[in-house]
T-cell receptor, first 112, second 115 residues
């Protein structure tokens, strides 16, 4: 299985700060990348998808992709306590009908 | 966004019994559905890919005779855990994908506890 690596954390940031989450992947042929947020005991919810090199912004979230470095990141601006969750990086697996290969997730704690 | 439901949300059963979990896409037709499993403090692991009207494709290490998957319609896939054992206790999550878009929509998950 191709690997998706994330720092497990926990990453602690104060309220209002920028949280930076990183992910690397091993399959150089990967084309589609996703960030999901998972609260304890719940299923993942999609935050962003990114397919091209560069930045993609959606509200307080910015995803960054660098295929040459096999690196994906997620920035959360103006972090809120409600952003405290586990953030999962996922990479599409084409051989499995476009299923997702998930990293282990980074736990984010936003302190008031 | 699209909605995927799962039933039941939580089930407790005795060792040796079988449990069926349903996954439904409520407002779109899902040609492909996926079944994942998540153990505590671990990430989601793909178990199988299910295409409507055909046999599921199982990931390496997942027993197809133990985890029976049926995708009988474009809106329903079922996972049956046969002869469940305590080590099968986990959080089972399905997702569904529309035919022409890449976004997967996840169900709320089913927490299985085998005693």
């Amino acid at each position: 299985q191709k690997e998706v690596e994330q720092n497990s954390g926990p990453l602690s940031v104060p309220e209002g700060a920028i949280a930076s989450l990183n992910c690397t992947y091993s399959d150089r042929g990967s084309q589609s990348f996703f960030w999901y947020r998972q609260y304890s005991g719940k299923s993942p919810e999609l935050i962003m998808s990114i397919y091209s090199n560069g930045d993609k912004e959606d509200g307080r979230f910015t995803a960054q992709l660098n295929k040459a470095s096999q690196y994906v990141s997620l920035l959360i601006r103006d972090s809120q306590p409600s952003d405290s969750a586990t953030y999962l990086c996922a990479v599409e697996i084409r051989r499995s009908g476009y299923a997702l290969n998930f990293g282990k997730g980074t736990s984010l704690l936003v302190t008031p | 966004g699209a909605v995927v439901s799962q039933h039941p949300s939580r089930v407790i059963c005795k060792s040796g019994t079988s449990v069926k979990i349903e996954c439904r896409s409520l407002d779109f037709q899902a040609t492909t559905m996926f079944w994942y499993r998540q153990f505590p403090k671990k990430s989601l692991m793909l178990m199988a890919t299910s295409n409507e009207g055909s046999k599921a494709t199982y990931e390496q290490g997942v027993e197809k005779d133990k985890f029976l998957i049926n995708h009988a319609s474009l809106t329903l896939s079922t996972l049956t855990v046969t002869s469940a054992h305590p080590e099968d206790s986990s959080f089972y999550i399905c997702s569904a994908r529309e035919g022409v878009r890449e976004t997967q929509y996840f169900g709320p998950g089913t927490r299985l506890l085998v005693l």
